[in-house]
Nanobody
Framework: QVQLEEFGGGLVQPGSSLRLSCVASGFTFTMYAMAWYRQAPGKKRELVTGITSAGEIRDVADSVKGRFTISRDNDKNTVDLQMRSLNPEDTAVYYC?????????WGKGTLVTVSS
């Protein structure tokens, strides 16, 4: 069965960097676009950024442009989210998904808290 497992969340200070990783299994990873979503407390879940099966980055949220970068390793079946210059507004549960604008599967999420 399809499994998406996120790693790397935690508590960081404003201005810090953090890298999230997602390990995918149960499907042919190279055939699917992947994405990261997030849901902040009291807010709707939003698309952070996506990446096509070929590695093209798409749909980067304005709030993270220039700070967050998605990447994938088709040999390791992983998709990462490199986050820089984190601020308290980035506090959220971050989800790895199969699919970007049309999401078929969700991971359980990893919590990122940005606080001094």
């Amino acid at each position: 069965q399809v499994q998406l497992e996120e790693f790397g969340g935690g508590l960081v200070q404003p201005g810090s960097s953090l890298r999230l990783s997602c390990v995918a299994s149960g499907f042919t990873f190279t055939m699917y676009a992947m994405a990261w979503y997030r849901q902040a407390p009291g807010k709707k879940r939003e698309l952070v950024t996506g990446i096509t099966s070929a590695g093209e980055i798409r749909d980067v949220a304005d709030s993270v442009k220039g700070r967050f970068t998605i990447s994938r390793d088709n040999d390791k079946n992983t998709v990462d989210l490199q986050m820089r210059s984190l601020n308290p507004e980035d506090t959220a549960v971050y989800y790895c998904t199969r699919g970007a604008n049309f999401v078929e599967y969700w991971g359980k999420g990893t919590l990122v808290t940005v606080s001094s």
